[in-house]
């Protein structure tokens, strides 16, 4: 037996000569290299490199002998591994199995380096960076580890299994993953040359998942709070007079914008980092005589509040001997950049020198064996130049780059140009440990504006093209600058929110496998996630699922009861879909134009009663790194429901940051529609001033009916304070015993849909057993057709009519009511002439409760696959709906999904389509509906294609079919 040069380490030989090395890094992580020479003395890749730092903590573990496997055992986890094959499996601490190789590793030699492990039916996997047009979950692909196709941002090998482990490749070369494409229970990565080396992380939900692989890679880095405001980058044709007056159009419009930035143009030569550069002599002109100063284009940005971003190419691809690897990069080609940071820059653009390309496939470049890896170009770029301007200046820059490596979230944020699906990139990234992502906002739809707003930082890239705001028509410059000043007023809430980031590895904008790992509805949702703790946002779609709680809509102030679908009508104000979670409390600035333009000594705060929530506001100086060293403050904010009222405490800020204000004032917003019987502020009562007042007096509370808000203003607790600032909100006696009356339960959905609308969502929620759905509708429904004074002959009408809708339901599916319901004498329920509407509605509520119940336990142990397949049939028959579209998705390899679609429902994808769809138009001709109305709801773009169709299934025509 050999030891490592680690002497906190173990290695064996395998019966086919491979020698193997374990390292356990932490109580829940292993490193294990292959090679074939047994020699493991120098650092592996990521240590070699910096981007992953050896232990700084010695790890309490022990080994174990069982026959022909070797245990080693620490307090989190146990890795197990065949001494005869070095297969290995990883498990728990309580000896639950995570994974295991399915093949013996290799490493070091001819074939490269590789290994495979099983995948187990349910496990999703998630990570490996931004794959251009490939789903957040990765099962069913095949994804290259490289830059080579000029298709992939930020490929980053690591991935994380929703079975509770994660797998980070430790290689700096390129290599290939094959994520159960090939077999779909199996997953394998491969390169063609070098040692293999990887990390093993065990244990726990996604998030917690990422915290692991943070400690272990290192904390992202905290951009500048200006930074996660809004960046303007310049057409790379302007010159100095252009960029003063797309300045100027900011601040004269009373949009708010911190960041100018300029593309590499900006130079008199390329860029080469081995020869210093100037500012272009006819573009940016500057008098040498007096180079600094107010006078100067960097001192008029500088007077209205702007940063200067400058553009870098990136080197070329490196090739051997050229001096461009990123191990040749030196730390001293930075002193060429050291004039321009005197001047007053303050963050720099990287770009490639041919553009990243979104839309079109271009050829792969030809693989040279001898080509040093271009992965990590990127990550040492930006480690360069952030040490450099810390060093000069003490303070953070941003730097962006639109490639990337594992890693690079430690200096620098990501970027991309348009895309079609820009929201898949910052997620997929987010899920890959590299929070900080934008990708160019399209200013030219509301919904593009929408998702641009609500990315970790936000950008408006004019590149080679005229992308100003106010070149917009007027309703999306109003939309434009909407967005604008609430991204800036959530400033606050978002900075708190990188704080959490860096710390945790939790981005701010949380695919919801992230947020609600435990919600099967939510898990496969790519298009909204949560921004933040308190934010739910939707993008590029109107279908809106709302988990559990309670959900406030934040253009319009409804309330919605989740788990629940919903179908989304947005307001002219808005561009997408925005909520706010019940309990919410979320800090906020006063309208500004740019960071730091108002001392932060009075705050709002807005709070969304509903449910406890306690809330951590961070604070630091916003631009130095004393952060690092814990100059930095928090405020915690508790929120209490209680029977009657509501309460609010604030507690003094525990720390201390450079320049941070003595005192503060906290403007509060309570959004309610309930208005307060009393208010005390610390125990005092406070009076309600007249009126619906803005900024109510001292010692009042204002309260404003149509807009739901209750405002007033509170002085923080003092520093060292053992009591927090408080405030009480008690209703009356009366409204409390009206608030106590037994309701009817909701489940979510918004009032107002027609009747007609309603019943479509309670057949679809017994059609695919979604009790919370069909339960909604119902209710839903009731108010609407049942509400009021009804006599006891429309109550009853009504129970018969929906009667008849559920015999419809159970008798497309082969059953009777009497089967489903049997003889629950709840069901025999009749109408009388003393019924009330309560009566009838509650055995409507049982009725429909009892079909979902019988009709899941037909289902039995269904494959939830294929439940949630026909679900998406079953809503979306107006539209095409082929096998491909679902298992995309869905997530999966189609012909995976066609062989448990079979096995599981008796008949093939597409003749279940076919037979929904034919059920639908046959339902939709006997009441009336002309038949090319009926071709579009289910589908079909053409009319005569359908009336084809039809005839072959029913052997009439759509004609003769309607009365």
Known sequence: MRMC?????????????????????????????????????????????????????????????????????????????????????????????LTRQTKPPYGGGADGFGAQFALSDYERLYGLGDQYDVPLMKRGHTLSISLRSNRVHAPVPLLL??????????????HEFDVGRSSPDELWFHG????????????????????????????????????????????????????????LKFRREGIPCDMIGLEPTWMDRPFDYEAPVRWHPEKFYIPQWMPEGAHTFMGALRTMGFKLSLGLYLPESPRPGTGTGSDDIGPSWYDYLEPFVAQGVQGFKLSTSVPVQEQVHLPAAEEDEEAESALTIAGAIGKIIQEGYAKQTGKRPIV????????????????????????????????????????????????????????????????????????????????????????YRLLPYIYSAASVSARTGLPIARAMPLAYPDDAAAVPLQNQYMFGDELLVAVFTDQVYLPDGEWIDYWTGDKYAGPAHITYRTPPQAGGPLFVRAGAIIPMWPDVEHAGQRPADRMELHLYP????????????????????GESAETSIVCTQERGGYRVEIGPRIGHFRDMPEHRDWNVFIHTRDKPASVKVNGESWREAAGAR?????????????????????????????????????????????????????????????SGELEKELEIGLETGDEA?????????????AAGDRSPEDIREHWLYLNGLFVRSVERKGRTLGDVLGEDPSHRFQPGPDAGAGQAYEALEQMAKSIVEYDNKQRGRTNEIVRRATDIIVRELDQELSLQAVADRLHLNSSYLSRRFKKEIGMSFSDYVLEKKMELAKELLLIGTTVNATADRT?????????RVFRKYWGVTPGEMKP
């Not at 299994?161 to 390129?174: H, R, Y």
């Not at 509903?610 to 790194?625: A, I, N």
């Not at 589908?939 to 009336?947: D, H, P, T």
Request: charged residues 20%; contains cysteine; proline residues 6%.
């Open 773 to 785: 759905k069909a339960l909604s509708a119902l209710e839903q429904w009731w108010e609407v057709r």
């Open 5 to 97: 040069s680690n002497p906190a380490s173990i290695t064996f030989q395998t019966a086919s000569g491979f020698s193997i090395c374990v390292v356990p890094v932490a109580s829940h992580t292993f490193h294990i290299r292959v090679n074939r020479t047994g020699l493991f003395e120098a650092p592996s890749p990521l240590t070699r490199l910096g981007i992953a730092a050896p232990p700084t903590s010695p790890v309490n573990w022990h080994t174990e002998y069982v026959g022909d496997a070797l245990h080693v055992i620490t307090d989190e986890a146990v890795l197990r591994l065949d001494r005869q094959t070095g297969s290995a499996s990883l498990y728990d601490k309580s000896e639950n199995l």
């Open 939 to 947: 589908g079909f773009k053409e009319a005569s294609y359908f009336i």
């Open 694 to 754: 803005k900024d109510p007096a001292p010692s009042h509370w204002s309260f404003n009916r149509r807009a739901g808000l209750i405002r007033l203003s509170i002085h923080e607790a003092a520093a060292g304070s053992p009591r927090p600032a408080r405030m009480e909100m008690m209703y009356s006696a009366e409204k409390e015993t009206r608030r106590s009356e037994p309701q009817p339960a909701r489940y979510g959905g918004k009032p107002g849909k027609t």
């Open 400 to 487: 962006y780059t639109p490639v990337g490596y594992i890693g690079v979230h430690k200096y620098a944020a990501m970027w991309s140009g348009g895309r079609r699906q820009p929201h898949l990139s910052v997620l997929g990234l987010g899920l890959s440990g590299i929070p900080n992502m934008s990708v160019d906002m399209n200013l030219h739809n509301p919904a593009g504006i929408h998702f641009g707003f609500f990315q970790p930082w936000s950008k408006v890239n004019s590149w080679a093209y005229w992308r100003h705001p106010l070149l917009l028509d007027a309703d999306l410059l109003a939309l434009f600058k909407t967005y604008a000043k609430l991204r």
């Open 610 to 629: 509903g449910s406890d929530r306690q809330y951590s506001f961070y604070e630091d100086d916003g631009g130095s790194l004393g952060y690092l060293s």
């Open 192 to 247: 063609r040359r070098g040692e293999l080396a990887y990390y093993l992380i065990a244990g726990g939900t996604l998030a917690e998942l990422l915290g692991k692989h943070a400690r272990l890679i290192g904390p992202s880095a905290m951009l500048p709070l200006w930074a996660y405001g809004l960046s303007f980058i310049c057409n790379q044709q302007t010159t100095a007079r252009d960029m003063i007056e797309d300045a």
């Open 161 to 174: 299994s929703s079975n509770g482990w994660a797998l980070l490749v430790d290689t700096d070369i390129e």
